[in-house]
């Protein structure tokens, strides 16, 4: 497994590439920035379940009469979804409601909220839909949109939202004033089985990130190989 096919695929992953990880820190300096070590691999919090969130766990920035999240596969057929919430829901018209669930896919342009196989290939990827208050159903499929919908990033739903296309490894978090500490592992597995190579290859990030969705930190914190293939399991 060479490195820089690895290195490809962790920043595929992330949606940022390597030489942009000192960049980003500008926006910090140096000793703020030192203030929020990295965490632990069982500090800080894991993010919220999106299965039983309803519209009183978000405070969007635009008035919704309900929205809802769709995986699609790479095809835009739909897999699987979460709803927020289904009270919301039934009070829709009947005209609403056919709406919402006509919606169609719409691919993501870049890496956001795309989800992917372990050999790197693009799986599928999500969709927000909602219904505004003119009862006009709105597609939404880029970071930028989420954090112009979400406004301030200030509960464990909207964190999970935002971090939804994170799907490679365990997310840790702890929030600190308006600041977000970030541990983020991202898994990279061999392509080539019998030939001696790793299983896998673990790559622990950090990410520091504030309430408006800004990253002003995106550095590795750590790499490490495994050859069991258990092993690399335990990191998902």
């Given at each position: 497994?060479?490195?820089?096919?690895?290195?490809?695929?962790?920043?595929?992953?992330?949606?940022?590439?390597?030489?942009?990880?000192?960049?980003?820190?500008?926006?910090?300096?140096?000793?703020?920035w030192?203030?929020?070590?990295?965490?632990?691999?069982?500090?800080?919090?894991?993010?919220?379940?999106?299965?039983?969130?309803?519209l009183?766990?978000?405070?969007?920035?635009?008035?919704?009469?309900?929205?809802?999240?769709?995986?699609?596969?790479?095809?835009?057929?739909?897999?699987a979804?979460?709803?927020?919430?289904?009270?919301a829901?039934?009070?829709?018209s009947?005209?609403?409601?056919?709406k919402?669930?006509?919606?169609r896919?719409?691919?993501?342009k870049?890496?956001?909220?795309?989800?992917s196989?372990?050999?790197?290939?693009?799986?599928?990827?999500?969709?927000?839909?909602?219904?505004?208050?003119?009862?006009?159903?709105?597609?939404?499929?880029?970071?930028?949109d989420?954090?112009?919908?979400l406004?301030?990033v200030?509960?464990?739903?909207?964190?999970?939202?935002?971090?939804l296309?994170?799907v490679?490894?365990?997310?840790?978090?702890?929030?600190?004033?308006?600041?977000?500490?970030?541990?983020?592992?991202?898994?990279?597995?061999?392509d080539?089985?019998?030939?001696?190579?790793?299983?896998?290859t673990?790559?622990?990030?950090q990410?520091?990130?504030?309430?408006r969705?800004?990253?002003?930190?995106?550095?590795?914190v750590?790499?490490?190989?495994?050859?069991?293939?258990?092993?690399?399991?335990?990191?998902?």
């Amino acid at each position: 497994m060479k490195i820089v096919k690895i290195m490809l695929l962790a920043v595929l992953i992330l949606g940022v590439q390597v030489e942009n990880a000192h960049c980003r820190s500008h926006t910090m300096g140096k000793k703020q920035w030192q203030q929020y070590k990295p965490l632990k691999t069982n500090e800080g919090r894991k993010p919220a379940s999106l299965k039983s969130a309803k519209l009183s766990d978000v405070h969007l920035a635009k008035a919704v009469k309900y929205f809802d999240i769709k995986q699609y596969n790479i095809y835009g057929e739909y897999i699987a979804g979460w709803s927020f919430d289904m009270a919301a829901y039934n009070k829709l018209s009947t005209n609403d409601k056919k709406k919402i669930r006509s919606a169609r896919a719409k691919k993501p342009k870049h890496s956001f909220w795309k989800y992917s196989f372990n050999d790197g290939a693009v799986a599928g990827f999500y969709n927000l839909h909602y219904i505004d208050s003119h009862s006009k159903v709105q597609t939404i499929n880029s970071r930028k949109d989420l954090l112009s919908f979400l406004g301030t990033v200030d509960t464990p739903a909207e964190l999970s939202m935002l971090l939804l296309g994170d799907v490679y490894g365990k997310i840790r978090y702890r929030k600190m004033g308006t600041i977000y500490n970030l541990r983020s592992n991202v898994l990279s597995f061999s392509d080539c089985d019998g030939c001696g190579e790793p299983a896998c290859t673990l790559f622990v990030r950090q990410r520091i990130m504030n309430n408006r969705g800004a990253i002003l930190l995106d550095r590795q914190v750590s790499e490490k190989s495994f050859k069991s293939e258990k092993k690399c399991r335990s990191f998902k």
